[in-house]
């Protein structure tokens, strides 16, 4: 059985705890470090931490000392998971990468350098391929960073790849996003703002839905150093909703040439198979999309369902025609499962698999 020590970076924070409870009994990864900032370094990690999840904080995390993110307090590991403030992602992971260590990091920091995959792994673990490049141009054998994307970018990215398999390419598409407010990390938002309210801006956020889609749903180029970016042209508007996680966006999609009935859609969604399935990873979903049919009319709903499939899946429902484009649904995704932790754990689980990690 393949077998790696990993640290978590920004171990204390909201993303940091999820990877927590996703790995404490992971087969293949064993967490073996935890990094924070410096107010956190030297304490026990359950004094350092405000654990806010609703499964109990792991043991075997409880007592350990929480290290400063210095890539040397970390040569033990093969693999670090980052969640750590883009403010500071950006300078340690880079170190991290320099002392040879491959980083998986949720920070939005990497996500445009072009020869940094940008994976959702249940839709382009094929990106993946370009770390052999991204290595050799750092003259590093270990050393790497992978990014996966902003979360509410993971709702939009799954059905589409389905869709642009099934029918060809998007030409244009319209999300509308209801966001849990753990998106904003802890204290986040506000209960004078949040409570009895929808906060109508979330900074960065649409333009990050408008990129980020183009780049995970383009295509490693020729020589597979970079990546071609797909031309669908995608218009985003982000909410702020009274939801602690579970990001339910509602998308229009105008395809460029196909103009397929609910039905076929409805068929393509179910029938859509990634390569972590095939692969037969730990963490992969056994359905990557969860389709509700008009039987469930008013599903997906963040409670009731972000937990399909431990959070890998993504769940849609309200699949019908539309007058301006061609079809319509609602998507939604667990952020801080396949929107963050959880997406970092299975792209490495597929880097693994194929060899790169
Ligand atoms: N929440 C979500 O749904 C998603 C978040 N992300 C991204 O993941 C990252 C983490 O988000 P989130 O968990 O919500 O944020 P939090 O604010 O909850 O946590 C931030 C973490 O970064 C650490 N940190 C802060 N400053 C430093 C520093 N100077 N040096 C080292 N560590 C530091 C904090 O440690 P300490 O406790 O010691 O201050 C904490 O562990 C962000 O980049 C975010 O944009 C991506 C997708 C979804
Ligand atoms: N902006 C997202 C969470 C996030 O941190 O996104 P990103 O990783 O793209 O910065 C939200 O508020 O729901």
């Given at each position: 059985?393949v077998?790696?020590?990993?640290?978590?970076l920004?171990?204390t924070?909201?993303v940091?705890?999820r990877?927590?409870?996703?790995?404490?009994?992971h087969?293949n990864?064993e967490i073996?470090?935890?990094?924070?900032?410096?107010?956190?370094?030297?304490?026990?990690?359950?004094?350092?931490t405000?654990?806010?999840q609703?499964?109990p904080?792991p043991?075997?995390?409880?007592?350990?000392?929480?290290?400063?993110?210095?890539?040397?307090?970390?040569?033990?590991c093969?693999?670090?998971?980052?969640g750590?403030d883009?403010d500071y992602?950006?300078?340690?992971e880079?170190?991290?990468?320099?002392?040879?260590?491959a980083?998986?990091?949720?920070?939005?920091?990497?996500?445009?350098?072009?020869?940094v995959?940008?994976?959702?792994?249940?839709?382009?673990?094929?990106?993946?391929?370009?770390?052999?490049?991204?290595?050799?141009?750092?003259?590093?054998?270990r050393?790497?960073i992978?990014t996966?994307?902003?979360?509410s970018?993971?709702?939009?990215?799954?059905p589409?790849?389905?869709?642009?398999d099934?029918?060809?390419?998007?030409?244009?598409?319209?999300?509308?996003s209801?966001?849990?407010i753990?998106?904003a990390g802890?204290?986040?938002?506000?209960?004078?703002?949040?409570?009895?309210?929808?906060?109508?801006y979330?900074?960065?956020e649409?333009d990050?839905?408008?990129?980020e889609?183009?780049?995970?749903?383009?295509?490693?180029?020729?020589?597979?150093?970079?990546?071609?970016?797909?031309?669908?042209?995608?218009?985003?508007?982000?909410?702020?909703?009274?939801?602690?996680?579970?990001?339910?966006?509602?998308i229009?999609?105008?395809?460029?040439k196909?103009?397929p009935?609910v039905?076929?859609?409805h068929?393509?969604?179910?029938?859509?198979?990634?390569?972590?399935?095939?692969?037969?990873?730990h963490?992969?979903?056994?359905?990557?999309?969860?389709?509700?049919?008009?039987?469930?009319?008013?599903?997906?709903q963040?409670?009731?369902?972000?937990?399909?499939?431990?959070?890998?899946?993504v769940?849609?429902?309200?699949?019908?025609?539309?007058?301006?484009?061609?079809?319509?649904?609602v998507?939604?995704v667990h952020?801080?499962?396949l929107g963050?932790?959880?997406?970092?754990?299975?792209?490495?689980?597929?880097?693994?698999k194929?060899g790169?990690?």
């Amino acid at each position: 059985m393949v077998f790696r020590k990993v640290g978590v970076l920004g171990a204390t924070g909201t993303v940091g705890q999820r990877f927590l409870t996703l790995l404490a009994d992971h087969p293949n990864f064993e967490i073996a470090a935890l990094g924070a900032s410096a107010r956190s370094a030297g304490k026990a990690y359950k004094e350092a931490t405000k654990w806010k999840q609703s499964a109990p904080m792991p043991k075997k995390v409880a007592d350990m000392i929480v290290k400063p993110c210095d890539a040397k307090e970390f040569t033990h590991c093969d693999i670090v998971f980052s969640g750590l403030d883009s403010d500071y992602a950006g300078e340690i992971e880079k170190n991290f990468r320099d002392a040879n260590i491959a980083v998986l990091s949720n920070a939005k920091n990497y996500r445009r350098t072009p020869n940094v995959p940008l994976v959702v792994p249940t839709v382009n673990t094929d990106h993946l391929d370009v770390l052999n490049s991204q290595r050799k141009e750092s003259n590093l054998d270990r050393g790497c960073i992978v990014t996966n994307s902003n979360c509410s970018t993971a709702a939009v990215v799954v059905p589409l790849k389905a869709l642009q398999d099934a029918f060809g390419p998007i030409d244009k598409v319209s999300v509308v996003s209801m966001q849990a407010i753990s998106g904003a990390g802890y204290p986040g938002v506000s209960s004078l703002d949040m409570l009895d309210n929808v906060v109508p801006y979330i900074s960065g956020e649409e333009d990050k839905i408008e990129w980020e889609t183009r780049k995970i749903l383009g295509s490693v180029n020729e020589n597979a150093s970079s990546f071609e970016l797909n031309n669908t042209v995608v218009s985003a508007q982000c909410n702020r909703v009274p939801v602690i996680d579970g990001h339910l966006m509602c998308i229009s999609v105008k395809f460029a040439k196909a103009n397929p009935s609910v039905s076929e859609v409805h068929k393509a969604l179910v029938n859509y198979v990634c390569e972590a399935q095939k692969l037969e990873c730990h963490s992969a979903p056994k359905q990557a999309i969860v389709v509700f049919d008009e039987s469930c009319p008013d599903r997906p709903q963040p409670r009731l369902d972000r937990e399909n499939q431990n959070g890998y899946a993504v769940s849609v429902g309200r699949i019908r025609s539309d007058s301006i484009f061609d079809v319509k649904f609602v998507s939604l995704v667990h952020n801080t499962v396949l929107g963050a932790a959880g997406a970092g754990i299975l792209n490495a689980e597929v880097a693994v698999k194929k060899g790169l990690l």
